[in-house]
C-alpha cells in the first residue's frame, strides 16, 4: 500500500475538489492519502469522507509557509486535530494575511497598467486561502499572459514587479503550533530550498521528519535526504504536490510513499501525544 503526502485543493490553490482528487487517488491505487492545503484545513472534513467511501486511509494536514532567519520555507502539518482552537485561529489570522496581500499585488499590476481587480480574484479562488495562483488565473483569462507559469515570471515570482512579501509565523511557532494540535512538523520539498543548514535549527525546534521522497527530486536528492533523515533520527515522507490542472498536468501518485512510513508517523503520533 502507497501513500501520497502532499496534496492540494480548490480549498487553496488547487483546482479539484477533495471528491475529485480522491477519485484520482484511488484511480492510482493509493492506499493512504493526507490534504496539505496551504494555511487551511478547510477541504479535511470533506476529503477525509471522500477517503472513508473509497477505503482509503485519511490524514488531515496542512502547509504552512513560515520564516526562519530571515529565509522563507514551507512545513508540512499531519495528523492535526482539525478542532483545536489555537489552530484555527492562527489560519484565520493568516488567511486574512493572503486576502491583503492579493489587493497589494493588484495594485502594483494596476500601476504597471494592468486593469485587473482584487475582488475579481478574490472570486475566481472561492477560497478562505487566496494565493498568487489565482491572481495569474485572472491575468490568463484576461489575456495579460498567456500562461501561468509567463504570470508568475514577468510579475508575480520574488523580485518581479507585482511581487510583495508575505507576514508569516517563525519556524518555531509553526512546530509549536503543529505539536500543540497533535501533529508531526515535517520540512517540505527541502531540495529546492538549497540550503540544508535549516535543517539543524529546525531539529532543535521540534522538527519531527523530512520530505524526502518529492516530484522535483532527482534520485540523489531523495538518497541525500534519506541520510540525513537518519542522521537526525527524522521520519521520511513523501508527496507529489498535486495542484490539479493548475501547474499543467496532475501529479497526483506520481510519488508512492511505501506505507512502512506510514507506520512510523503513526507511532511517534501515538507516542508524542502519550497514547503510545
Given at each position: 500500500m502507497y501513500a501520497d503526502?502532499?496534496?492540494?485543493?480548490?480549498?487553496?490553490?488547487?483546482?479539484?475538489?477533495?471528491?475529485?482528487?480522491?477519485?484520482?487517488?484511488?484511480?492510482?491505487?493509493?492506499?493512504?492519502?493526507?490534504?496539505?492545503?496551504?494555511?487551511?484545513?478547510?477541504?479535511?472534513?470533506l476529503m477525509s469522507a471522500a477517503c472513508d467511501k473509497q477505503g482509503i486511509e485519511f490524514i488531515p494536514g496542512c502547509e504552512f509557509t513560515v520564516e526562519?532567519?530571515?529565509?522563507?520555507?514551507?512545513?508540512?502539518?499531519?495528523?492535526?486535530?482539525?478542532?483545536y482552537e489555537r489552530l484555527n485561529e492562527q489560519l484565520k489570522k493568516y488567511q486574512s494575511v493572503r486576502h491583503d496581500r492579493?489587493?497589494?499585488?493588484?495594485?502594483?499590476?494596476?500601476?504597471?497598467?494592468?486593469?485587473?481587480?482584487?475582488?475579481?480574484?478574490?472570486?475566481?479562488?472561492?477560497?478562505?486561502?487566496?494565493?498568487?495562483p489565482h491572481i495569474a488565473r485572472v491575468l490568463v483569462e484576461k489575456g495579460n499572459c498567456k500562461s501561468l507559469d509567463e504570470a508568475f515570471q514577468k510579475f508575480l515570482k520574488k523580485g518581479r514587479p507585482a511581487w510583495v512579501p508575505k507576514?508569516?509565523?517563525?519556524?518555531?511557532?509553526?512546530?509549536?503550533?503543529?505539536?500543540?494540535?497533535?501533529?508531526?512538523?515535517?520540512?517540505?520539498?527541502?531540495g529546492l530550498y538549497h540550503r540544508d543548514g535549516v535543517i539543524g535549527p529546525?531539529?532543535?525546534?521540534?522538527?519531527?521528519?523530512?520530505?524526502?521522497?518529492?516530484?522535483?527530486?532527482?534520485?540523489?536528492t531523495t538518497e541525500h535526504y534519506l541520510m540525513l533523515a537518519e542522521q537526525y533520527n527524522l521520519l521520511v515522507t513523501g508527496g507529489s504536490?498535486?495542484?490539479g490542472e493548475n501547474k499543467g498536468r496532475?501529479?497526483?501518485?506520481g510519488v508512492k510513499l511505501?506505507?512502512?512510513y506510514i507506520e512510523r508517523m503513526k507511532s511517534a503520533v501515538l507516542a508524542q501525544n502519550g497514547t503510545d
Amino acid at each position: 500500500m502507497y501513500a501520497d503526502l502532499h496534496l492540494h485543493t480548490l480549498y487553496s490553490d488547487g483546482t479539484y475538489t477533495p471528491e475529485e482528487l480522491v477519485d484520482y487517488g484511488c484511480a492510482r491505487g493509493l492506499g493512504v492519502m493526507a490534504l496539505t492545503d496551504h494555511d487551511t484545513v478547510d477541504g479535511c472534513t470533506l476529503m477525509s469522507a471522500a477517503c472513508d467511501k473509497q477505503g482509503i486511509e485519511f490524514i488531515p494536514g496542512c502547509e504552512f509557509t513560515v520564516e526562519l532567519d530571515g529565509f522563507e520555507l514551507h512545513l508540512l502539518g499531519y495528523f492535526l486535530d482539525l478542532k483545536y482552537e489555537r489552530l484555527n485561529e492562527q489560519l484565520k489570522k493568516y488567511q486574512s494575511v493572503r486576502h491583503d496581500r492579493i489587493y497589494q499585488m493588484v495594485f502594483k499590476l494596476n500601476e504597471l497598467g494592468i486593469e485587473i481587480d482584487g475582488d475579481e480574484v478574490l472570486n475566481i479562488a472561492n477560497c478562505n486561502s487566496p494565493g498568487r495562483p489565482h491572481i495569474a488565473r485572472v491575468l490568463v483569462e484576461k489575456g495579460n499572459c498567456k500562461s501561468l507559469d509567463e504570470a508568475f515570471q514577468k510579475f508575480l515570482k520574488k523580485g518581479r514587479p507585482a511581487w510583495v512579501p508575505k507576514d508569516k509565523m517563525t519556524a518555531q511557532e509553526a512546530i509549536n503550533l503543529i505539536h500543540e494540535a497533535g501533529g508531526l512538523a515535517v520540512i517540505a520539498h527541502p531540495g529546492l530550498y538549497h540550503r540544508d543548514g535549516v535543517i539543524g535549527p529546525l531539529v532543535d525546534f521540534g522538527l519531527d521528519g523530512i520530505e524526502c521522497f518529492y516530484t522535483r527530486h532527482s534520485t540523489s536528492t531523495t538518497e541525500h535526504y534519506l541520510m540525513l533523515a537518519e542522521q537526525y533520527n527524522l521520519l521520511v515522507t513523501g508527496g507529489s504536490d498535486c495542484h490539479g490542472e493548475n501547474k499543467g498536468r496532475p501529479l497526483i501518485g506520481g510519488v508512492k510513499l511505501p506505507y512502512q512510513y506510514i507506520e512510523r508517523m503513526k507511532s511517534a503520533v501515538l507516542a508524542q501525544n502519550g497514547t503510545d
